[in-house]
């Protein structure tokens, strides 16, 4: 094979190679933009799950059960869920599996506050007595999306966990308070009342 021939196909060799990493330095450059642009995306969509999730929760925790009409009691907080639902289509896409995972467990875990209600009432009882097990569970859903959301998007983890508890009566504050993490000292006993928003 003559010195010619030889460079012949060096040179073809050397524009295929060219050609080859110009278009894998082409695709790297677009995935690396489309990575990008979905972690830029990826804050406000976690922040609108959040809230929906949040409120969610809030709208079937505080209602008056027993007062809402039988026709209305199925449909109650279906708007927040619809939200939460619209904004956990959109974590599925530019979500870690870990981020989706506990996003779906504190939408299940709103849920479940619902279906306890909805389930009783069905049965011909009435609303009953706060389901406090299954805020507690929301609380901790709510507890480990945070923590995997904020590791994603490269931030310190929230504190440890401890649910804030609603507006109650000083009764029932204080026969929960001993299910509350924070609210028991190393001794056993209750903490102050200063952590749980109680004076005096």
């Not at 010619?4 to 690396?32: C, D, E, K, M």
């Not at 706060?130 to 590791?151: G, N, Q, V």
């Not at 000083?170 to 028991?184: K, N, S």
């Amino acid at each position: 094979m003559s010195a010619t021939t030889v460079s012949a196909y060096a040179a073809a060799a050397a524009v295929v190679f060219g050609v080859v990493n110009v278009v894998l330095a082409a695709r790297l450059v677009r995935r690396q933009e489309s990575h990008k642009q979905a972690w830029q995306y990826l804050p406000a969509v976690i922040e609108a799950f959040n809230d929906a999730s949040f409120r969610f929760m809030r709208e079937v925790w505080a209602v008056d059960w027993d007062a809402l009409p039988p026709g209305d009691r199925g449909d109650h907080g279906i708007g927040e869920a619809t939200e939460a639902m619209t904004q956990l289509n959109k974590l599925e896409v530019f979500a870690h599996p870990e981020t989706i995972k506990t996003a779906r467990n504190m939408l299940h875990a709103a849920d479940a506050i619902r279906l306890h209600y909805c389930n009783r009432l069905e049965q011909g009882d009435s609303a009953g007595a706060k389901p406090w097990d299954l805020y507690e569970a929301f609380a901790k859903s709510h507890h480990a999306f945070l923590t995997t959301a904020r590791y994603e998007l490269g931030l310190k983890p929230p504190p440890p966990f401890g649910f804030a508890v609603p507006r109650e009566t000083r009764g029932r504050l204080a026969a929960l308070r001993p299910r509350i993490p924070w609210a028991r000292t190393s001794s056993g006993r209750s903490g102050t009342g200063a952590r749980t928003g109680e004076s005096g």
